[in-house]
């Protein structure tokens, strides 16, 4: 009798199931729930176990034949079943009456791991390809059944589960598995797909729950002000069907230092709101519509995006980003993005977008103690904290981290095309005292403040973004840091280009003073020559001069609205003329008078204005004069294709310079930055012969007094500026001449 009492009990669908797994696992807090769940064999036969709050029954039925393997048993209150099978067999589960109706659905924990232990190393082992093939949430078909495969990096939480609409939400129903020597947590759910919401419910090791937290990899989010992730259709953006081969073939020449790269920097959500619509910013396809035949005809080469990452504050402008694969959901889909880039490029024009690797916001569905503990960021606040901004600072010394951001750059470079990255803030990541005073800061190990770990990130970056054919980086960096734009193998960051900030300050400054007083201020006009090829440089009027009380760009210029106008023409004449490439960010080319403003769009109606709408003309024609002459370009890193011809006449505030492109092709620049025209004004020129006036910033359909000198003038064989012929020319007001050989 003790034998056929033995054997009832070992037929007890809890056999073998430990009481403590049970309490773990009805508590949401197991950390291996595919030792316990699913069909596990014992020394009594196969047995499956499941988790489904509010079922009230389950069978277990074979996937081929559609025969009934078992039924299974409520063995706890809050929905944990279990019982034998009649054979281990590929099956799925019928419910009866599961949320008020019957379902019939793959188990998630009847199936074998989906990565690979070799990718899994590669991600310890800081390669950000790992990070692409590894993380995040893609639709596949794993062991014939289709689903979402989800995973995770999280190696120091107690337990990570995947929650959504499709589980209401509830941590119990999709505890994850760990895979111990990567510390990624992953998951293949069954009979979901693209367009899934979902977030990862962390249980520290503590034992606390953290607050939801979305997925740092995925490549779709919810539109803000909602914050889950999103399951991407990864097959509709790796196989998106793009035409752009043209432009993609011939976009390595069209990116170097001897091209005329000519950037329109935009506010993608601002540029063109519609206030008809609740003052909504445009979609994709909208900009698509206005924004590139803009730019287009505004004789722009490129376009530059302030971040279009998921970002949860829009008053941000994208520069505190979470969702760092992810294009915004307020402007559409990553399917709606590419198209907008494939459009573009159509178009013949580039696309370069602001990224952020220097800092994250702490939003808690974020990134900031990511599985209960300093993950992402440093631990210590000296180095994990940035004051100035009141974000976290990544750690770029963990591989993983590294790997993350670097598998970011890729993402937009590689599966949507764009075609550069300006890399936000590179200064804060270089120095380790950055905007700290003294004991504020940690020395790296050298006893020195240099960030050595952020020096080595951007090094790989730029060494992977060079394996991209036409692919540039473009570095916002504000300080003397020497070699960033010099190769990696020479020491240097590997930079292709970098922001000339010294240059815009100067600059600026000069054309703040009233030009009575800039006789004083001369060399302001003249120092960005001294260093002009130590770096190759982009000369930029970004949105950083327009916000924060700085006012507009016009706002700056001295004088009545008249030597407003003269002064900012004049000053975009000596910009687009001296050696480097441009920038200029929105409502800068025709004068937007307020400083930027993130809910409004630049203020489009001031073009009725004759004096807006000419300053416009001026930004066009300039445009096409330097994408059109190559001595305005060809030799924008080489010291010879400038030369001084007037650089000390203070007393007058002119301006001479020489630009060539070392091939008989020469342009004279001829900058007159005072209100008081100056006739006879003669200047040394490289040859003698006529000389055609091909741009005047003061010509009448520019809003200018049309003071000039008719369009040619001819060279004489008078010596002067240590040239043998000269010519005496009319400089009118404020104005910037360019003249041209022949």
């Given amino acids: 009798m003790n034998n056929r009492s033995d054997k009832a009990d070992t037929r007890n669908p809890s056999h073998g199931f430990n009481p403590l797994d049970i309490d773990a696992l009805v508590e949401a807090q197991h950390p291996d729930p595919f030792a316990v769940l699913g069909l596990h ?7 499956v176990r499941v988790y489904l709050p509010g079922a009230s029954a389950v069978s277990v039925v074979d996937v081929s034949s559609g025969e009934q393997l078992g039924s299974l048993t409520r063995i706890h209150d809050a929905g944990l079943f279990a019982g034998f099978v009649t054979r281990a067999a590929a099956y799925c589960l019928h419910i009866i009456d599961w949320h008020g109706t019957p379902q019939k659905t793959h188990d998630p924990y009847s199936f074998g791991p989906v990565l690979s232990d070799e990718w899994l190393s590669r991600l310890s082992n800081a390669d950000p390809y790992a990070v692409l093939e590894c993380l995040g949430s893609r639709p596949i078909v794993h062991g014939g059944v289709a689903g979402v495969r989800f995973a995770v990096w999280a190696p120091n939480a107690k337990r990570v589960s995947v929650v959504g609409d499709f589980n209401t939400w509830d941590g119990r129903r999709h505890p994850m598995r760990l895979r111990h020597g990567s510390g990624v947590w992953e998951l293949f759910i069954p009979g979901i797909g693209a367009g899934t919401r979902y977030k990862y419910e962390i249980v520290a090791r503590e034992g606390w729950t953290l607050p939801l937290k979305a997925d740092p990899c995925s490549m779709q989010s919810e539109k803000p002000p909602s914050t889950a992730s999103v399951v991407a259709d990864g097959d509709a953006i790796d196989h998106y069907a793009w035409t752009d081969d043209e432009w993609m073939t011939m976009r390595a020449g069209k990116q170097t230092a001897q091209s005329p790269i000519s950037i329109y920097e935009a506010h993608a959500e601002s540029w063109f709101r519609i206030p008809e619509d609740a003052n909504r910013g445009m979609n994709w396809h909208e900009l698509a519509e206005r924004l590139i035949p803009y730019a287009k005809g505004m004789g722009f080469t490129h376009l530059e995006f ?11 402008w994208g520069y505190q980003p979470l969702g760092q694969f992810a294009p915004s959901a307020r402007f559409g889909t990553p399917e709606q993005f590419a198209e907008f880039v494939n459009r573009t490029h159509e178009a013949g024009l580039g696309v370069i977008i602001d990224w952020v690797p220097a800092h994250f916001p702490n939003d808690a569905h974020g990134l900031v103690q990511f599985d209960g503990t300093p993950l992402y960021e440093h631990a210590d606040p000296r180095e994990g904290y940035h004051q100035d ?12 981290v590294s790997a993350f951001l ?8 590689k599966r949507y095309h764009v075609d550069g990255l300006r890399v936000d803030a590179v200064a804060s990541m270089l120095y380790r005292d950055y905007s700290r005073k003294a004991g504020e800061w940690v020395p790296n190990i050298y006893g020195g403040r240099e960030n050595l770990e952020s020096i080595a ?8 973004v060079r394996h991209i054919p036409g692919a540039i980086t473009i570095a916002e960096e504000s300080t003397a840091w020497p070699g960033v734009t010099a190769s990696v193998e020479s020491g240097g960051l590997g930079f292709d280009f970098k922001w000339n900030i010294g240059w815009m300050h100067d600059t ?7 030009p009575v007083y800039r006789q004083y201020h001369h060399h302001l006009y003249t120092f960005g020559m001294v260093y002009a090829y130590s770096e190759r440089f982009v000369l930029p009027l970004s949105h950083d001069e327009v916000v924060h009380g700085k006012g507009s760009l016009i706002g700056k210029m001295p004088g009545d609205r008249w030597q407003k106008f003269a002064n900012l023409r004049a000053y975009f004449g000596f910009m687009w003329t001296h050696p480097g490439k441009k920038l200029l960010f929105m409502g800068g080319e025709f004068g937007q008078v307020a400083e930027f403003n993130h809910d409004e769009s630049p203020h489009w109606h001031l073009l009725d204005d004759a004096l807006h709408g000419g300053l416009q003309k001026l930004v066009r024609d300039l445009n096409a004069l330097y994408v059109g002459e190559p001595a305005l370009h060809k030799l924008d890193s080489d010291p010879r294709g400038f030369e001084w011809i007037v650089g000390d006449d203070n007393a007058n505030s002119v301006y001479a310079y020489r630009r060539t492109d070392a091939e008989g092709r020469d342009l004279v620049i001829v900058c007159n930055m005072t209100p008081v025209p100056r006739a006879g004004y003669r200047i040394g020129l490289p040859r003698g ?7 005047n910033s003061d010509a009448s359909i520019y809003g200018g007094s049309n003071l000039g000198n008719g369009g040619v003038i001819y060279a004489d064989d008078f010596a002067s500026h240590r040239r043998g012929q000269s010519a005496a020319i009319t400089l009118p007001p404020l104005a910037t001449l360019v003249l041209r050989a022949g």
């Fill in 306 to 316: 302030m971040p279009i990452a998921e970002h949860p504050f829009g008053g941000s």
């Fill in 689 to 695: 012969g006529r000389w055609i006036e091909v741009l």
């Fill in 389 to 400: 901004w009141n974000t976290m600072i990544y750690n770029l010394g963990r591989n993983e």
């Fill in 508 to 514: 600026l400054h000069y054309m703040q003073e009233d």
């Fill in 457 to 464: 990130f951007l090094k790989r970056l730029n060494h992977e």
């Fill in 406 to 413: 670097i598998a970011s750059g890729l993402v937009w470079l």
């Fill in 41 to 47: 064999q014992t020394d009594v036969g196969p047995v």
